[in-house]
């Protein structure tokens, strides 16, 4: 989701936001709104951890506005994001069914609204309407997904490889010629598993060498070729 595009801050209600995730869809109105009656409602500032990795799990968490990371935390202190959430969306859907504690920590990025919806309602609301359980393995199925390629991403190549393989994802997401970063160059870092420094430098580079322009975080690729080159090399 580009940086620019606030529809994710826009104020929604806990039914509101129900209506609009789609593994609450198949609910009607009444029903959204008996769930959403049992929702708790918190806020928190840009940084604010929602939940820690190895807290346990109260619920799952809908994001009503706003915007979150998920990041998992090294013995050494090193965090590594594994994804970015806008709203509307859904947090802690694993840990809500597999008993565990939350497997990894969620800090709000923007202001955010999340409203939570505990345990034993949720369990309830699923055995009423199996289609939600359905809906949400789907979204585990997508985590996974989201983890296998961020392996990959950490695991294979160079640093400048996944740098470049993550502005042809970007690019192919939100724009074929421009689009805006959806992360600091420290997020970016956080997420291929390098520092700051290291990605700025690159990105400086990549500007150099011609395959792309980047002003006030705004992406022109003017090389996708050449781009697409330097992810796929030595694959």
């Not at 593994?23 to 008996?34: K, V, Y």
């Not at 009503?64 to 990041?71: E, N, S, T």
Request: with cysteine; proline share 6%; glycine share 6%.
């Amino acid at each position: 989701m580009p940086p620019d595009d606030r529809s994710s801050d826009k104020p929604r209600s806990a039914e509101q936001t129900l209506a609009q995730i789609p593994m609450f869809s198949s609910l009607d109105a009444g029903e959204r709104a008996t769930l959403a009656s049992l929702a708790i409602e918190r806020h928190y500032q840009p940084g604010a951890l929602l939940f820690t990795e190895g807290m346990p799990c109260d619920g799952l968490y809908l994001i009503g506005a706003g915007i979150v990371k998920i990041v998992k935390t090294t013995s050494s202190g090193r965090e590594i994001m594994l994804a970015l959430e806008a709203a509307p969306a859904t947090v802690a859907e694993v840990p809500v069914f597999d008993g565990g504690p939350y497997p990894a920590s969620v800090m709000a990025v923007r202001e955010t609204t999340a409203y939570v919806i505990p345990k034993p309602d949720l369990h309830r609301a699923c055995r009423e309407h199996p289609e939600i359980a359905m809906k949400m393995l789907r979204v585990t199925g997508q985590r996974l997904r989201q983890l296998v390629t961020l392996l990959q991403a950490v695991t294979f190549g160079s640093v400048r490889q996944r740098i470049a393989r993550q502005l042809i994802d970007w690019q192919a997401e939100f724009g074929e010629g421009e689009f805006s970063l959806p992360l600091s160059h420290e997020e970016l870092a956080m997420r291929i598993g390098t520092v700051r420094e290291v990605v700025s430098r690159n990105l400086s580079r990549f500007q150099a060498e011609g395959f792309l322009v980047i002003e006030r975080r705004k992406v022109r690729v003017l090389d996708a070729e050449g781009l697409r080159n330097e992810a796929e090399s030595e694959l």
